[in-house]
């Protein structure tokens, strides 16, 4: 009985003089802030005859056809008819020819 007291005693002793305790790794995670907002639009102008005529200063310059060209072209101002063969009610489409004026024209 001594003997099997001393060999257990003698194995708790020796089994906590070589323990090891475990350090586990930290884990550091990053925690996302608040969304970054999104980059304002870069502001467009209204485009048409309307809005083009008050900027530009002179709107009778955009019935000249000698005007310089800071007034625009005819084809920044009308709409065409789309190059699409056929007839339209009986009649031969004129495919490229103006029609209509665009007053007011928005981008979004």
């Not at 800071?70 to 029609?99: C, F, H, I, L, M």
């Amino acid at each position: 009985m001594k003997k099997l007291f001393a060999i257990v005693v003698t194995t708790l002793i020796s089994s906590a003089a070589f323990a090891q305790t475990y350090n586990a790794p930290v884990i550091t995670r990053k925690v996302p802030g608040p969304p970054k907002p999104a980059p304002p639009l870069p502001a467009i102008a209204p485009g048409g005859v309307v809005p083009r005529a008050v900027r530009g200063g002179n709107p009778l310059q955009m019935l000249n056809p000698a005007a310089p060209a800071r007034y625009g072209t005819a084809q920044q101002s009308v709409t065409v008819k789309p190059e699409s063969p056929g007839k339209r009610n009986g009649k031969p489409e004129d495919p490229g020819k103006w029609n209509g004026i665009k007053l007011f024209e928005f981008y979004f």
